[in-house]
């Protein structure tokens, strides 16, 4: 699987267009070229900068329904892409479909711990722990299967992982998270129940790592990085996210899986 990190940005960035040097756009990765995980509100500038075809993206998968993650004319502007052969198709929370009654999409709402098959691909969603402030709004991990076993936790957005996360993990090992690392270095950070800060993320690595759905051979892309709760440099940033072990995710970063 490519893993195309097209915007890797929370929601503190000016994202005025064009974006400004250094600017992280909203957080939206595609996979294998054709699958969109969440669609914010830069989507059509960074996929314009990368020289992506639209019309190329089938699934669109949302976390959630924040407005750096679902955007209605980021969404029209893929579903209406020119050359599009198949309608595009969208998955997410009930509230997403509240509003795409007027776009050509086909929609389909979600269910916790409930298989999608994409191609050879088995995504779960999954509870994860970000408030949209409401009870009856949801969000979503994704737990990504390979045809051989290996596993992807994308995790955004979402401060300390659920409990039935780990009960749905148990016996298996996660091969690669993507991380939501929002508070970056900020320590004691009070948005602790909506993202996650290098601290939180290694406490979590230590604790799987004794059921051993974590080991030495996982991979970690820290994503949705905040401007604001991150060092100011992006050496600085490089260099706290080696030392919490894993890769900072940068727009336009691409890795296999
Ligand atoms: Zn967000
Ligand atoms: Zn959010």
């Given at each position: 699987?490519d893993i195309?990190?097209l915007?890797?940005?929370?929601?503190?960035?000016?994202?005025?267009?064009p974006?400004?040097?250094?600017?992280?756009?909203s957080?939206?990765?595609?996979?294998d070229?054709h699958?969109?995980?969440d669609?914010?509100?830069?989507v059509?500038?960074?996929?314009?900068?990368?020289k992506l075809?639209?019309?190329?993206i089938?699934d669109?998968?949302?976390t959630?329904s924040?407005?750096?993650?679902?955007?209605?004319?980021?969404?029209a502007?893929i579903a209406?892409a020119?050359?599009?052969?198949e309608?595009?198709?969208?998955?997410?929370s009930?509230?997403i479909?509240?509003?795409?009654?007027?776009?050509?999409i086909?929609g389909?709402?979600l269910?916790?711990g409930v298989?999608l098959?994409?191609?050879?691909?088995?995504?779960?969603?999954?509870?994860?722990n970000?408030?949209?402030?409401s009870?009856?709004k949801?969000?979503?991990?994704?737990?990504?299967?390979?045809?051989?076993?290996?596993?992807?936790?994308y995790?955004?957005?979402?401060?300390w992982l659920?409990?039935r996360?780990?009960?749905?993990?148990?016996?298996r090992?996660?091969?690669?998270?993507v991380?939501?690392?929002?508070?970056?270095?900020?320590?004691?950070?009070?948005?602790?129940?909506?993202?996650?800060?290098?601290?939180?993320?290694q406490?979590?690595?230590?604790?799987?790592?004794?059921?051993?759905?974590?080991t030495?051979t996982?991979?970690?892309v820290f994503?949705?990085?905040?401007?604001t709760?991150w060092?100011t440099?992006?050496?600085e940033?490089q260099?706290?996210?080696?030392e919490?072990?894993?890769?900072?995710?940068?727009?336009?970063?691409?890795?296999?899986?």
């Amino acid at each position: 699987m490519d893993i195309l990190f097209l915007g890797t940005g929370a929601a503190d960035w000016d994202w005025s267009l064009p974006l400004k040097a250094g600017v992280r756009g909203s957080t939206c990765t595609i996979l294998d070229g054709h699958i969109m995980l969440d669609a914010g509100p830069t989507v059509p500038y960074r996929m314009e900068q990368e020289k992506l075809n639209s019309a190329s993206i089938t699934d669109i998968l949302f976390t959630h329904s924040h407005s750096d993650h679902f955007n209605l004319d980021s969404i029209a502007y893929i579903a209406n892409a020119p050359g599009r052969k198949e309608k595009l198709r969208l998955f997410g929370s009930k509230e997403i479909f509240e509003n795409t009654a007027d776009l050509p999409i086909e929609g389909k709402c979600l269910e916790y711990g409930v298989d999608l098959q994409f191609g050879e691909y088995k995504f779960m969603p999954l509870p994860a722990n970000h408030d949209l402030g409401s009870f009856e709004k949801k969000a979503y991990h994704y737990l990504i299967e390979k045809p051989n076993g290996e596993l992807m936790l994308y995790a955004l957005d979402g401060g300390w992982l659920m409990g039935r996360i780990r009960e749905v993990l148990k016996e298996r090992h996660l091969d690669l998270i993507v991380w939501d690392a929002t508070s970056g270095t900020s320590r004691y950070n009070w948005r602790f129940g909506c993202h996650n800060d290098l601290y939180m993320i290694q406490y979590m690595c230590k604790g799987f790592g004794q059921l051993n759905i974590v080991t030495d051979t996982t991979r970690h892309v820290f994503n949705h990085i905040a401007r604001t709760l991150w060092p100011t440099t992006p050496e600085e940033r490089q260099a706290a996210a080696k030392e919490a072990g894993g890769l900072l995710a940068e727009d336009g970063m691409s890795i296999s899986f």
